[in-house]
C-alpha cells in the first residue's frame, strides 16, 4: 500500500501564507507525477498544480498567481506555497500521485483562512 502524507495544513488569517508539505515514497516520487488538489465545504474536489519527473510544472489558471508547486528531491518531498490566502481558500488539500491508470491519494491536511 502507497502512502503519501501530508503536512503543514492550519488555520490563517487572511492574507497569511503556509507551505504545505507530502512525503511521497521514494519509488513513487521518482516516476510519478505528482500534484496537488483541494476540496472545499460542499464543492468537488479541484486541482491545483502539478510537476513532473522532469520538474516541469502545471497550474490551475485561476490559482497560477497564488500557488508554487515544488519538489525536493533529496527528501523525496513535494510542496505547496499558497500566499496571499483567502477565505475561499478554505479546504481540505491533497497530495496526488499519478503515472497513466495508477494513482495514489494522501489523507489531506486542513487549511482554514479566517480572521
Known amino acids: 500500500q502507497v502512502h503519501l502524507v501530508e503536512s503543514g495544513g492550519a488555520l490563517v488569517q487572511p492574507g497569511g501564507s503556509l507551505r504545505l508539505s507530502c512525503v511521497v515514497p521514494?519509488?513513487?516520487?521518482?516516476?510519478?507525477?505528482l500534484s496537488w488538489y483541494r476540496q472545499a465545504p460542499g464543492k468537488q474536489r479541484e486541482w491545483v498544480a502539478m510537476?513532473?519527473?522532469?520538474?516541469?510544472?502545471a497550474y490551475a489558471d485561476s490559482l497560477k498567481s497564488q500557488f508554487t508547486i515544488s519538489r525536493d528531491i533529496a527528501k523525496n518531498v513535494v510542496y505547496l506555497q499558497v500566499n496571499s490566502l483567502k477565505p475561499e481558500d478554505t479546504a481540505v488539500y491533497y497530495c496526488?500521485?499519478?503515472?497513466?491508470?495508477?494513482?495514489?491519494w494522501g489523507q489531506g491536511t486542513q487549511v482554514t483562512v479566517s480572521s
Open positions: 496526488n500521485a499519478r503515472r497513466g491508470a495508477s494513482e495514489h
Open positions: 521514494a519509488f513513487i516520487f521518482r516516476t510519478y507525477a
Open positions: 510537476v513532473g519527473t522532469n520538474d516541469d510544472t
